[in-house]
């Protein structure tokens, strides 16, 4: 492990064991714990590595010799994410940003402080990507797209290109947005979203309802 940055990771759900399987993969920085909100610490042990209270971080792993990483998904609507970001800095500690070796970001694209880049994701030229945005595994970021602070992709959303995502923004699994749109502050897209027009600040938008047909699945042709 020499020569790696010591992290800790704030979380210990799901969004923290993705980022802790990520990091193991990174030749620059080595994953040395965990920390949450002491309600939170449980039994204290995630995956052979020690959960530690918030509000004695430092005195185990200190700022001067570590980075954080803040993996919490988008509770509050990225609200919470945000502000244990803002604890983090306060308290000293550089946020890192997590990117899939897997990844293909273009050279020169602005990536932000505190952001995940997943599993297959693609970045085209003259994107922006703005401080704690998460992308999820096989997300398509369009040429010239803008992403706000503090938003969410979840897996597989697609941006044309030239659209903005304002920050606190939540996109679910498969939405596409076609070029030139842009989705409002802390709006919400369900899964499988297609927007062709701006989305509203704080609006909530959901997919279609799939239609259950009046055939059994063995009767289909093909099926028999």
């Known amino acids: 492990m020499s020569g790696r940055r010591p992290v800790v990771i704030y979380g210990n759900g799901q969004v923290a064991e993705l980022a802790l399987a990520r990091l193991r993969e990174s030749d620059e920085f080595d994953v040395v714990g965990f920390t949450v909100d002491r309600a939170f610490v449980g039994a204290g042990v995630l995956h052979g590595l020690e959960v530690l209270p918030f509000d004695s971080v430092c005195s185990r792993w200190p700022p001067a010799g570590h980075d954080m990483f803040v993996a919490i998904g988008p509770a509050r609507v990225n609200r919470l994410r945000a502000q244990r970001c803002a604890d983090a800095k306060a308290l000293g500690y550089r946020l890192i940003s997590v990117v899939s070796p897997s990844a293909r970001v273009a050279s020169g694209v602005v990536l932000g402080e505190n952001c995940t880049v997943g599993d297959g994701c693609i970045v085209l030229p003259y994107a922006m990507i703005g401080n704690d945005v998460h992308l999820g595994t096989a997300c398509v970021i369009g040429h010239h797209a803008c992403i706000g602070d503090h938003a969410f992709l ?71």
Not at 158 to 173: D, H, I, K
Not at 206 to 211: C, F, H, I, K, S
């Open 154 to 224: 979840a897996i597989s959303v697609t941006l044309a290109g030239s659209v903005t995502v304002e920050p606190y923004a939540v996109l679910g699994a498969g939405v596409t947005v076609r070029d030139r749109v842009t989705v409002g502050q802390s709006a919400c897209l369900g899964a499988g979203v297609v927007l062709a027009g701006n989305a509203l600040p704080n609006g909530v938008y959901a997919a279609p309802e799939p239609l259950l047909l009046p055939i059994a699945s063995d009767r289909l042709p093909g099926m028999r």
